[in-house]
């Protein structure tokens, strides 16, 4: 069965860095396209940047496009959510998401078309 557990989330000042990680367990990772959502207190999850299978394609929400950086690294069943230039309204709690992917190297950008979540990861930016 496919498990996803996400690590990095903390406390961290307004212009700084976190890096989370999402480690993926089970067959077939390199073949999974992947997603990073958040959900802030009071307001619905939404995208933060989506990945497909090969890393060779990449979709950020406007929001953090210029600040995060989506990486996989396939032979450690990783992805990655590089966060740089944090704000207080980055708080939230931030998920990994996985789809197998068919045989085109797409990103999905849908909450709704993910198959399996991680737990989530508490990210707190202070001002």
């Known amino acids: 069965q496919v498990r996803l557990v996400e690590s990095g989330g903390g406390l961290v000042q307004a212009g700084g860095s976190l890096r989370l990680s999402c480690a993926v367990s089970?067959?077939?990772?390199?073949?999974?396209?992947m997603g990073w959502f958040r959900q802030a207190p009071g307001k619905e999850r939404e995208i933060v940047g989506a990945i497909s299978w090969s890393g060779g394609r990449t979709y950020y929400a406007d929001s953090v496009k210029g600040r995060f950086t989506m990486s996989r690294d396939n032979a450690e069943s990783t992805v990655y959510l590089q966060m740089n230039s944090l704000k207080p309204e980055d708080t939230a709690v931030y998920y990994c998401a996985s789809r197998p992917s068919d045989y085109s190297d797409e990103y999905y950008a849908r909450e709704s078309e993910y198959y399996r979540w991680g737990q989530g990861t508490q990210v707190t930016v202070s001002s």
């Open positions: 089970g067959r077939a990772f390199s073949r999974y396209a």
